[in-house]
């Protein structure tokens, strides 16, 4: 089970983009690809049988999994995460600085 997942929301605190909050897009091992963070320029030949156009192209790129912390929207800034089992015998994602579950 993953401290962060696809769809949540994360804020970076370290690196060159720190404060930016984004989107998980995709979990690649340990690390992420967030929307709107790291972003990289790209040079991308032209792909006719595609349909793409060549050019410099701006794209996100990975973020490794320490570099971020998943958002409180409670205390707005980034808090850790714990694991706890509910009495139904389920495994929830807990914010560790105030024990409210993360999974609804």
């Known amino acids: 089970m993953r401290k962060i997942r696809?769809?949540?929301d994360v804020i970076v605190i370290?690196?060159?983009d720190k404060g930016v909050r984004g989107n998980v897009l995709s979990v690649l091992g340990d690390y992420l690809l967030v929307s709107g963070v790291n972003k990289v320029k790209k040079h991308q030949k032209p792909n006719p049988v595609k349909g793409l156009t060549g050019g410099i192209v701006e794209k996100e790129s990975r973020i490794h999994v320490s570099?971020?912390?998943?958002?409180n929207?409670?205390?707005?800034k980034g808090a850790r995460v714990g694991f706890k089992t509910l009495e139904d015998g389920r495994?929830?994602?807990v914010f560790k600085s105030t024990g409210e579950v993360v999974d609804a």
């Open 6 to 8: 696809k769809n949540d």
């Open 14 to 16: 370290a690196g060159k």
């Open 67 to 71: 570099n971020v912390a998943l958002y």
């Open 73 to 76: 929207a409670a205390e707005n």
């Open 91 to 93: 495994r929830v994602r």
